[in-house]
């Protein structure tokens, strides 16, 4: 499952499986417990493919993040609960990205983080890397096809 039908709700704890849209909003299934909920449209929801961490060069997608971490975890969950102290969060934050602004990510950020990939590798969702890289060149093709 990719991280476009991953859902973080504002006041909800953990993340949610995008499952249906409806009129009014749609319907997620929590990865935590399996409930499911309708949200309306009106909610504060982030789809975890359009999160980016800041870095002091440029902004790095969540995606990217969560790849770092499953290749320095070998593909398990985090050595650091996201109940850690503030430095051992910050400093393990700083093992995977060592760029990472300081001054705009926070703690609560890293905590976040941390608990958003522990929750999916959990739920076996850990493929992080882009899938769009081939069919963008597909369509490219099909586009230059079609010109001639």
Do not use: C
Not at 100 to 122: C, F, G, P
């Amino acid at each position: 499952m990719a991280l476009d039908k991953i859902l973080s709700i504002g006041g909800k704890p953990g993340l949610y499986k995008l499952l249906t849209q409806t009129r009014s909003g749609f319907v997620g299934e929590s990865l935590l417990d399996g409930k499911r909920i309708t949200v309306g449209m009106r909610s504060n929801v982030s789809v975890l493919s359009e999160i980016a961490i800041y870095t002091l060069e440029e902004e790095m997608p969540l995606r990217e993040v969560f790849q770092k971490i499953k290749e320095k975890e070998g593909g398990e969950k985090t050595s650091v609960s996201h109940k850690a102290d503030k430095i051992d969060l910050e400093e393990y934050f700083f093992s995977v990205l060592p760029n990472y602004d300081e001054d705009r990510v926070y703690a609560s950020d890293i905590k976040k983080i941390i608990q958003w990939y522990n929750l999916l590798t959990d739920n076996n969702i850990t493929d992080f890397v882009e899938e769009k890289t081939e069919g963008e060149g597909e369509e490219s093709a099909v586009a230059s096809s079609e010109e001639e």
